[in-house]
């Protein structure tokens, strides 16, 4: 049986819908390739290795900790999930509870946000018409766990600021591909849209020495923030809104941004 190595959590504003297109356009000369807001890591774990330096960082502890113990404890991590049920019972006592260890604090968090609506880790997901949902199979998630264990045999995992994350690792063969949170969407408590200091980051961003590429909401604030920046627009799927029955737009258009030549590749890839 093939598992599927290239996701460990689905989660808001992840790159699973435009992994494809992205991976292309990361260049091939890198010596380093450095995530500052690593979330789902999906574009991270789409490549058995991108470069002989890779830094998964987010600034959310509870996805840091979850990479790491899954690095670290694969069987502890393993052992504890298995004992757990598909239950809208257990999963609100593991919403309500405080564990105590690392491992636990681990297997509760990628509980919530495998059994939950959306990836958002507070409501119990349900489905009317598959066995998905909050009732879905367990038996993979060992085999899942043991393979995204081997992909971060040599990651380096962070838990900083995006701008000491990226002033430290910079160098000419660095690369830096950056998902911060959107200018508009939502996002989870750590890295509210409210909060999150845009300017902050193109500042930082037009000042390395390396190379980034940037994902990015197609908005006239970020459009404008990033002027003089190679740019393409892609659309994807509406994530989460995309239910049967909304009438909600059902294509999100992004931007992605980069300080070399992207928009050849782009283009020469979709010939």
Sequence with gaps: MTIDK???INWVGGKRLLRKTIAPLIPEDIV????PFG???WVLFYKDQWADLEVYNDLDSRLVNLFRIV???PNAFIEEYSLLLGSREMFFQFLNATPVTDIQKAVQFY???TRSFGGRGDTFGTVKKTSGGASKSQKNVPLKITAIHERLDKVLIENRDFE???TQYDHEGAFFYCDPPYSKGCGYEVTSTKDFEHERLRNVL???KGRFLLSYDDSPKIRELYKGFEMI???RLNGINNREGTKRNKMFKELLIANYPIKELHERRAD
């Design 6 to 8: 290239k996701c460990l």
């Design 32 to 35: 380093s390739y450095i995530e």
């Design 39 to 41: 979330g789902g890591g």
């Design 71 to 73: 690095k670290y404890h």
């Design 111 to 113: 509980y919530l946000i």
């Design 164 to 166: 000491k994350l990226i």
């Design 206 to 208: 037009g000042k390395i």
């Design 233 to 235: 627009e892609v659309e």
